[in-house]
């Protein structure tokens, strides 16, 4: 415990010392301060072999008069004896006040927002979705998958394997080794890569406290708090990790309220650069398409954070001094965390595999195509659109390039393609998405979330294409 206190906190120390008589495997007054903090397990502790009620006299006469809560105190004391002791041991090569004003700069709303901006720009959109989602999945998937491995398995497979079918588990077009394993490592891999390396950057610099302060009011409206803005940033890029980053969060209430919103109102990178592709010649439809899902972010979020129970979170942080990061440590956290992903990743997966490969086997593929007609007619869509639905469960944009296609075929009028953007990205999340909510949600509250979503997606699909209707809106 060691450091001084003030005088009044010192005095009430030596009072309890004095009190004190059994060995409690601690110090005396390791005890008395436990005592005057109004810790229960110590209180317990002396009410059964010293003199309790003099004990208890001391500590609320101190706490009483103490001007701050005893424990803030205490805290604050502590804080002042480590900064103290991390000046005389640690060395930096900027300055001190470079690096409070940077800090401050960071802290302020006025600097802060337009720097939050450009690192949520820079490091996330270009870095991350960019060039880990743009740039080194395309020549992983391309060159690497669909170049090389894709069709020496297959070959090898087809030529091994009597059985078809059993060949279509490993090398079809739900394979574990041409779906399971090339989504994991061709499309997710360099997403989560490259993340965790601007993740890194962002914690060892002493910025990701000073972010969350930021957005902290924002994000109080939806029921998260500041914490929440890295997972909601990193949904841009990838749904799937964002959901399980999302276990960062320090409630059970906040992580399902983030899986919630990610599931249903983030567009992950790919599905939002083919959205803005097939909306690009209807200027109006975009603006549209943008408000639309962030009024559902703020609505399903406040909905959500009324009627969910569970404690509201607290947020506060200690901030840390800005530094420059240090290349190794960036190096080993980034690899760390990405042996981490493969170990409880690609399981799920390879299961998501076997799922897709039984249902295509089996024909309820066809069975779901056909029931889904009735619904996408609802939103004034051709039966075709079915398939565009089904495809983005499976592959958010997969989804949204048949889209681009029909767009393109002269198939879709700009209405119908504001509203089929509209419902897409409030659509079921993909296959990945769905499997890593099971895990880290549980199977009760992915479906309930799953459900949800459905309905919710189709509902609100009806809503704005019967608004459009109404007001004839064309685009």
């Known amino acids: 415990m060691g450091g001084r206190y003030d005088p009044d ?34 209180l317990e502790w002396v009410s059964q072999e010293e003199e309790p009620e003099k004990i208890a006299a001391v500590v609320d006469r101190v706490r009483d ?12 004391a502590r804080k002042a004896l480590a900064d103290r002791i991390v ?23 006025l600097t802060g927002i337009p720097i939050l901006g450009l690192i949520l720009y820079f490091g996330l ?50 394979g574990i080794f041409t779906m399971g394993l090339r989504y994991s490592v061709a499309i997710i891999l360099p997403v989560v890569a490259a993340f965790f390396l601007v993740l ?4 060892d610099s002493g910025y990701m406290p000073r972010m969350a302060l930021l957005v902290d009011r924002v994000f109080r409206v939806v029921g998260l708090n500041g914490r929440a803005v890295i997972p909601m940033t990193l949904g841009f890029g990838c749904d799937t990790m964002a959901t399980v980053v999302s276990r960062t969060l320090e409630t059970r209430r906040e992580r399902i309220i983030a899986t919630l919103l990610l599931a249903l109102a983030i567009p992950c990178s790919a599905q939002l650069g083919v959205i803005l592709g097939v909306l690009s010649g209807y200027p109006t439809a975009v603006t549209t398409w943008a408000l639309a899902v962030l009024g559902v972010f703020i609505l399903v979020g406040y909905l959500a954070a009324q009627v969910l129970p569970g404690e509201r979170p607290v947020f506060y942080m200690e901030l840390p001094p800005m530094r420059v990061p240090l290349i190794r440590n960036l190096f080993w956290k980034t690899w760390a965390r990405v042996y981490w992903y493969f170990l409880e990743v690609i399981p ?16 309820v593929f066809g069975g779901v195509i056909s029931g889904l007609e009735p619904v996408v007619a609802l939103l004034g869509l051709p039966a075709e659109a079915s398939e565009v639905f089904i495809m983005g469960f499976f ?18 009028s700009g209405r119908q393609l504001t509203v089929s953007a509209i419902t897409l990205t409030l659509f079921v999340p993909c296959v990945a998405q769905m499997a890593i909510m099971f895990k880290e949600r549980g199977a009760r509250v992915a479906l309930a979330l799953t459900t949800f979503i459905f309905v919710f997606a189709f509902v609100a699909g009806w809503a704005f294409n019967t608004i459009f209707e109404f007001l004839g809106v064309t685009f």
């Open 65 to 76: 008069a103490s001007p701050e809560p005893v424990e803030y105190r205490v805290a604050m």
């Open 9 to 42: 906190l010192e005095a009430a120390i030596g009072e309890l010392e004095g009190l004190l008589k059994r060995d409690y495997g601690l110090g005396r007054r390791g005890v008395a301060l436990l005592l005057l903090q109004g810790d229960e397990e110590a």
């Open 87 to 109: 000046l005389q041991a640690v060395s930096t090569h900027a300055s001190r006040e470079a690096r409070d004003l940077v800090g401050r700069a960071c802290e302020n709303p």
């Open 125 to 174: 959109y270009r870095f991350v979705g960019g060039f880990g989602a743009g740039t080194v999945v395309n020549y992983i998937e391309e060159e690497v998958f669909e170049g090389f491995l894709n069709p020496f398995f297959t070959d090898l497979f087809q030529r091994v394997i009597p059985w078809p079918a059993l060949a279509d588990l490993l090398v079809g077009e739900f």
């Open 395 to 412: 592959r958010r944009d997969y989804g949204a390039a048949g889209l681009y296609d029909m767009g393109k075929a002269g198939f879709l």
């Open 200 to 203: 890194a950057v962002i914690e």
């Open 348 to 363: 799920f997966f390879i299961l998501a595999s076997v799922l897709l490969w039984l249902g295509d086997i089996t024909g």
